[in-house]
């Protein structure tokens, strides 16, 4: 079966462009988590969706960034006026059900790898 | 606050020779820890698990991870590399959401990168 997708797979914008990433996770899967992995860092955690609703978004750096998920589905995450620091790849993950239970493995993406010059 | 730390950032073995990474964690409670790995260009990998019981787990590629809660530690192990582990191995601990509650995210270490000499 079908994995997580993630379009584009390369993204490059210019300063203080807007730009929305998306993530499309394992069909079925409740459960939907954005991460960003700047270089020679691990993941970072930045939000994370049940269903429809975000049920954490503590991660986020700042209000240039938000994510939705309108349909319980496919998630968008969409950064406004974007900085060089925003370089990173961002990663989505899905899983069948919240929460981090022996059963519930969270299934990555392979990422899109944002560059802003 | 949660915390993981690898300690080694590039580690280079012959192919097979044994294998061990590092983690180690900083949490109060039982920790839930984890082991993937990343090809270049792939998705993480889930390669191992710790939840509870049997401290020594077993994950998929032969590899096993030993967890010891007197050294906060989760390490990762192989006994024969193969060319094909040579990818980014990662660290992680289940991390509590003061905002949603229950354990819903990871919490990653920087990564270890190994090479594999033939």
């Known amino acids: 079966g079908a994995g997580v997708s993630q379009t584009p797979s390369n993204k490059v914008t210019e300063k203080g462009k807007y730009v929305e990433l998306r993530c499309d996770p394992i069909s079925g899967h409740t459960a939907l988590y954005w991460y960003r992995q700047s270089l020679g860092q691990g993941p970072e955690f930045l939000i994370y969706?049940?269903?429809?609703?975000?049920?954490?978004d503590s991660g986020l750096p700042n209000d240039r960034f938000f994510a939705v998920r309108p349909e319980g589905s496919v998630s968008t995450l969409k950064i406004q006026r974007t900085e060089r620091g925003d370089s990173a790849v961002y990663l989505c993950a899905s899983s069948k059900r919240t929460g981090l239970v022996y059963d519930n493995e969270q299934f990555f993406g392979p990422g899109t790898r944002l560059t802003v010059l | 606050a949660q915390s993981v730390t690898q300690p080694d950032i590039h580690i280079t073995v012959s192919e097979g020779a044994s294998l061990e990474l590092r983690c180690n964690y900083s949490?109060?409670?039982?920790?839930?820890l984890f082991w993937y790995v990343q090809s270049p260009g792939q998705g993480l990998q889930l390669l191992l698990k710790?939840?509870?019981?049997?401290?020594l787990v077993q994950g998929i590629k032969g590899f096993e991870a030993e967890f010891k809660r007197s050294q906060s530690s989760f390490n990762l192990r192989k006994h024969s590399v193969h060319w094909s582990d040579a990818a980014e191995y990662f660290c992680?601990?289940?991390?509590?959401?003061?905002?949603?509650?229950?354990?819903?995210?990871?919490?990653f270490g920087a990564g270890t990168r190994l090479a594999v000499h033939p």
């Open positions: 710790y939840f509870s019981g049997d401290t």
């Open positions: 969706f049940q269903g429809t609703g975000a049920a954490d």
């Open positions: 992680a601990v289940g991390a509590l959401s003061s905002i949603s509650g229950g354990y819903n995210k990871l919490i």
């Open positions: 949490y109060g409670a039982t920790p839930y």
